[in-house]
């Protein structure tokens, strides 16, 4: 059954009252959903550093090493600490690397991927969602621009961008494997039927997502160092990508206009301004100032709990499911003499999960379905030996044993998102405040200043903001 081998495992009663009294106390049984709330509250109400010690350096260790770091570099990137935030999108990242390239399989991860089969995914270490490795490159992109390092940030994009096409056929054959059980086919009825409406809110979440596997932010970030840069053809490159990948974005539209009239391409140009209108003129001083808006929540994931009727009793299955969170926010106002942009989202993370979490589905409901034949396997040998009293343990061990995988990088913000403008090289400041209106702040663009990035984090008590300018 889906190349697992059901004849190397025995099950005996004392397993299920090993599971049964080990429960309540293993670390694979906890709900990180409960355990990330607080830090969730903390972000909301702007306490960063409260957030921060919900995921202390002590905590990055064993299976959840990777998801601890990088909920600690997310965290330290808001709070401006560019250096430190790198150094843990790093270690997490060594660590991805090293579950990736064990070209042998290890007796403790073959434990491991036992204790799926008998407990479930909990067990195993956490490697990351597909659309979380690619964006912490995007992130950490970030983090050296605004330590000035335009090198470092180009080496990250490149890694978002091999990053994207190694995972992309890496699910690929995931979905193979999966689709070689005999129970693939099952999986969208069985989930519809039982949370129609929770998965109709995930299906309309992801509808607008392109691709899992195009990353707009990570294009357009690529676009910023190439300008930076003073490589406007390269820059064009990578622009396109990101309106391929996100092509409602204003801001990338409007630099598509902008930057094919630069570069000279005539027919880019005429073709862009037809969808988008004549490009604005700037003047030749002007400062490019590039704001990187975010507010809100990712969503959390909960547990959807489907009993499996047996022939004496049922056995039970737990898959994920989201929640989104929701914001009294939805974008920024930026300012500067006279002229008024508002954000426009590059890069949705509400989407994007909803997409991720919808194409994994059928690759966890086959291993579900494995694991619920072998709990169910359990529970019938227990009352065949025992009786009703057998069926009863085998029923509550099981019910026990079987919970979703509910750790998510918790975060990340509920969207990314831009804005653009060209201000004359006189003005003094620029004004950021949230939309629809509740916090505003003011920050000086430095004399000499030919670039300026400001990176804005949104909560419900105000405005992080910290700028770079080049």
């Known amino acids: 059954m889906n190349g697992y081998s059901l004849r190397t495992i025995t099950f005996v009663p004392i397993v299920c009252l090993s599971l049964l009294i080990a429960a309540s106390g293993c670390s694979s049984l906890q709900n990180y959903t409960k355990r990330s709330a607080p830090a969730r509250a ?3 109400a702007g306490n960063f550093q409260g957030a921060l010690a919900r995921f202390p350096e002590e905590a990055a260790k064993g299976k959840d090493e990777v998801l601890i770091r ?18 843990e999108f790093e270690q997490a990242m060594g660590r991805i690397g090293e579950f990736e390239d064990r070209a042998v399989i290890s007796a403790s991860k073959s434990a491991s991927e036992v204790g799926t089969l008998v407990l479930n995914e909990q067990v195993m270490p956490y490697e990351g969602e597909d659309f979380e490795i690619i964006l912490l490159h995007a992130l950490n992109a970030v983090n050296y621009l605004m330590r000035g390092d335009l090198e470092g940030a180009r080496v990250e994009v490149r890694k978002s961008y091999e990053r994207q096409e190694q995972l992309s056929a890496k699910h690929e054959k995931e979905m193979q494997k999966a689709q070689a059980d005999g129970h693939f086919s099952d999986w969208e009825r069985s989930f519809d039927k039982a949370d129609s409406k929770g998965y109709a809110q995930l299906k309309e979440k992801a509808s607008t997502v392109v691709s899992l596997y195009q990353n707009a932010f990570a294009s357009y970030i690529s676009e910023l160092v190439y300008e930076l840069g003073g490589e406007s053809d390269d820059a064009y490159i990578d622009l396109k990508k990101a309106y391929q990948a996100y092509p409602s974005c204003r801001s990338i539209q409007r630099d598509l206009v902008r930057l094919s009239r630069k570069i000279g391409f005539r027919e880019d140009q005429e073709l862009w301004e037809k969808q988008f209108g004549k490009p604005k003129t700037y003047p ?14 990712a969503p959390y994931k909960v547990p959807l709990n489907i009993p499996i009727p047996i022939s004496r009793g049922f056995t039970f299955a737990s898959l994920p499911v989201y929640k989104f969170s929701p914001s009294n ?11 008024n942009e508002e954000t426009s989202t590059v890069f949705d993370v509400d989407a994007v999960a909803a997409r991720n979490l919808l194409d994994d589905y059928p690759i966890i409901f086959v291993k579900q379905i494995a694991r619920s034949y072998l709990k169910a396997k359990a529970t019938s040998q227990l009352a065949h030996n025992y009786g009703d009293a057998g069926a009863i343990l085998g029923i509550f061990a099981s019910a026990i044993t079987e919970q979703a995988d509910l750790r998510a990088w918790s975060s990340l913000p509920k969207q990314i998102q831009v804005a653009r403008l060209f201000v004359p090289g006189s003005s003094a400041d620029i004004s950021i405040r949230d939309l629809p209106g509740g916090y505003s702040s003011t920050v000086q663009i430095p004399k000499g200043a030919s670039h300026m990035i400001v990176y804005c984090r949104a909560t419900q008590n105000g405005l992080a903001i910290y700028t770079k300018s080049f």
């Open 284 to 297: 030749k001083d002007s400062v490019d100032v590039f704001v990187i808006f975010s507010y809100g929540l």
């Open 70 to 87: 990088i909920e600690r570099a997310i965290i330290l990137q808001d709070l401006g600490e560019f250096k430190q935030s790198s150094a």
């Open 329 to 339: 926010i939805f974008g920024g106002l930026v300012t500067a003499d006279g002229l």
């Open 42 to 44: 903390s972000i909301m």
